[in-house]
């Protein structure tokens, strides 16, 4: 077992474990990176070559994000340190009094708007089949439209700004990715556009300042805590989490749901004509191909773990992708069971930072995709693999051009 390890056995494990890291993130790897991941199982817990750990098995991610020796800061270089941290990189006390708030507004209006994302989802594939019958990106016309929507109505984005916003958060997601992924050039551009997105925000606020409507916007800016009312810088870098997170996560669930589904025509013809599937299936969407595929977290001490000890003060990666397809958690993990029961999946994460749009999300894409199967009469991938987008970490196609016969 690995807890005899020598310490020269050890160091070839870490090496091995950093160069199948770097491999799985590679972008020619972007459309199958599980294999890299399936070798790094191998250990549930490694140190890499730089000094940072990666944790890869589910029960040991799982203990992780629930370990109060854990901090939620991700130690990004000093370069990149935001001036006030948002709930999804703050530790409590601090994190459980801006989640508190947030929770209190998003929670009852999230509740019965599945009426509304039927109607917004029969509008899209309504007006873009009509145009272009016969093909449908389900990225640009109906994964990406939906829950941006959704969240600028639900936050008080007014409609004429969603695109400004769209290029905005589309460029911000990049910067998640590994810092040693990313050029020069794009952390200075990264640093414009934070700047960009500030004024952005601050001018939205100012707007509803003197407009006030009955959204999430509003309803943060006159909430309440223990604290007191959320104070503006708190204001703007919860907002831009918010709308950020609605922007950027979604869409890949949806997408990479589509994907599966056309790669697995049993399931879709399932979920033609029953429903219900829809929800054990978008669970093992975020399973098998999660739209969040790793986080990370630092130690505040020592943490024995899977028969090593991560010293205080490390940074590690959770590779939440990993976990999903860990075979001591799941039977036949690389085998998409669109009715797949037990599935502890960690597509939202777990512990104190669990997904606060988790509800959402699944809606969304519940309803997408079986609209897709209802409607899309013998559709077809136009490409397999379809191009993907650059990102690692919010990984998901850049398109997904389908082709089908009639819509229904
Ligand atoms: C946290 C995934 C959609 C808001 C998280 C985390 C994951 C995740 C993995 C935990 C991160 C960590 O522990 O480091 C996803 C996926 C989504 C999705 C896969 C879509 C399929 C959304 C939406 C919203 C949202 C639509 C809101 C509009 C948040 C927030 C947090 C979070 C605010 C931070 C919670 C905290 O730190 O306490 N999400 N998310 N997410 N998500 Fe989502």
């Given at each position: 077992t690995s807890t005899t390890t020598t310490p020269t056995a050890s160091t070839a494990h870490q090496h091995t474990a950093t160069v199948l890291f770097a491999q799985g993130l590679r972008y020619e790897h972007r459309a199958d990176p599980y294999p890299y991941y399936e070798q790094l199982l191998r250990q549930p817990v490694v140190r890499m070559d730089d000094g940072t750990w990666l944790a890869g098995g589910h029960r040991e991610i799982s203990l992780l994000l629930r370990d109060?020796?854990?901090?939620?800061?991700?130690?990004?270089?000093p370069q990149q340190r935001p001036i006030r941290k948002s709930l999804l990189v703050e530790d409590p006390p601090r994190h459980d009094q801006l989640r508190h708030l947030v929770t209190q507004q998003f929670v009852p209006r999230i509740m019965g708007m599945r009426d509304h994302i039927e109607a917004l989802v029969t509008g899209l594939l309504d007006a873009h089949t009509s145009d272009r019958p016969g093909q449908l990106d389900v990225v640009a016309d109906l994964a990406y439209p939906l829950p941006v929507t959704v969240i600028c109505e639900l936050l008080g984005v007014p409609r004429e700004d969603e695109a400004l916003f769209g290029s905005l958060a589309r460029r911000l997601?990049?910067?998640?990715?590994?810092?040693?992924?990313?050029?020069e050039d794009e952390i200075r551009e990264l640093q414009q556009t934070r700047n960009e997105l500030q004024q952005y925000l601050e001018g939205l606020i100012a707007r509803h300042d003197t407009a006030p409507g009955d959204d999430l916007l509003a309803g943060l800016m006159h909430s309440h805590g223990p604290e007191g009312p959320i104070d503006p810088i708190d204001l703007r870098v919860t907002l831009g989490l918010l709308l950020i997170a609605g922007h950027e996560t979604t869409v890949n669930l949806i997408a990479n749901g589509t994907l599966a589904l056309l790669r697995h025509p049993d399931a879709l013809a399932r979920l033609r004509t029953d429903p219900d599937l829809a929800t054990p299936l978008v669970e093992e969407v975020l399973r098998y191909?999660?739209?969040?595929?790793m986080s990370g977290r630092s130690t505040l001490a020592d943490i024995d773990l899977a028969g090593t000890t991560i010293p205080k003060g490390s940074r590690i990666r959770l590779l939440l992708a990993a976990g999903n397809r860990d075979p001591r958690r799941f039977a036949d993990p690389d085998r998409f069971v669109a009715d797949r029961t037990d599935n502890a999946h960690l597509g939202f994460g777990g512990?104190?930072?669990?997904?606060?749009g988790a509800t959402l999300a699944r809606a969304e894409a519940q309803i997408a995709l079986t609209a897709l199967a209802r409607r899309l009469e013998s559709p077809r991938l136009v490409a397999d693999p379809p191009p993907y987008r650059e990102n690692a970490i919010l990984r998901g196609p850049e398109s997904l051009p389908v082709s089908f016969t009639r819509l229904i």
């Open positions: 109060p020796r854990i901090s939620a800061d991700r130690l990004p270089p997601t990049r910067g998640l990715d590994p810092i040693d992924t990313q050029t191909d999660p739209p969040v595929q512990g104190i930072h669990y997904c606060i």
